[in-house]
């Protein structure tokens, strides 16, 4: 059974603090990696992919995918209200498939 | 403007009715997919389809059916055997360009249905 596991929150950070958020996942041989964000109501939209070990920047989110450990988690520095969502993290599986295992999200509160 | 487009974006359906989503892709995508989401939930797969006229059960595909006449377009089926039909449905699509970013999912605004 694939798994891919997240805190559901809330994680609650204050205005300008950085805000790390964590998944693990069950399948070892998994190749690729991405964070959605969805806000109430609305679908996910992707914000990050990562497909090696190490960090990926981009603005102020920088992912981190470490296989050995089989995590991989998301930074949001400088966090905004405007951040404050569920992000999903998604696995896709080994063997070519493109049907990836979405975790049930971690909600996000940025306060002012 | 490429991207997906659901509709409609709010249905309410009575019960013992089949109801079709509308779900359509300009992005030239080989795949698509359906979600459902239900409140506090994650997303649960209920069909795919990896090329045209063929399509794949999901993991909740009981109640449902879909085709894939063309490679933008991939409607569901809300049939009346579907016990518990309210949900936010989502449609996606991956696979434009062969690559590292080939199988990023990108998903349209969704559809709330609701059984009265």
């Known amino acids: 059974q694939k798994e891919v596991e997240q805190n559901s929150g809330p994680l609650s950070v204050p205005e300008g603090a950085i805000a790390s958020l964590n998944c693990t996942y069950s399948d070892r041989g998994s190749q690729s990696f991405f964070w959605y964000r969805q806000y109430s109501g609305k679908s996910p939209e992707l914000i990050m992919s990562i497909y090696s070990n190490g960090d990926k920047e981009d603005g102020r989110f920088t992912a981190q995918l470490n296989k050995a450990s089989q995590y991989v988690s998301l930074l949001i520095r400088d966090s905004q209200p405007s951040d404050s969502a569920t992000y999903l993290c998604?696995?896709?599986?080994?063997?070519?498939?493109?049907?990836?295992?979405f975790g049930r999200g971690t909600s996000l509160i940025v306060h002012p | 403007d490429g991207g997906i487009t659901q509709s409609p974006k709010y249905l309410f359906r009575k019960e013992g009715q089949n109801v079709t989503l509308s779900c359509e892709q300009n992005?030239?995508?080989?795949?698509m997919y359906w979600y459902r989401q239900d409140p506090g939930q994650g997303l649960r797969l209920i069909y795919y389809?990896?090329?045209?006229?063929?399509?794949q059960k999901g993991d909740i595909a009981e109640g449902y059916s879909v085709s894939r006449e063309k490679k933008e377009s991939f409607p569901l089926t809300v049939t009346s055997a579907q016990k518990n039909p309210t949900a936010f449905y989502l449609c996606a699509s991956s696979g434009g360009y062969p690559g590292l970013g080939y199988n990023e999912q990108f998903f349209g605004p969704g559809t709330r249905l609701t059984v009265l």
């Open positions: 389809s990896q090329i045209v006229n063929d399509f």
């Open positions: 992005l030239n995508h080989d795949a």
């Open positions: 998604a696995v896709n599986p080994p063997g070519g498939s493109y049907i990836p295992t």
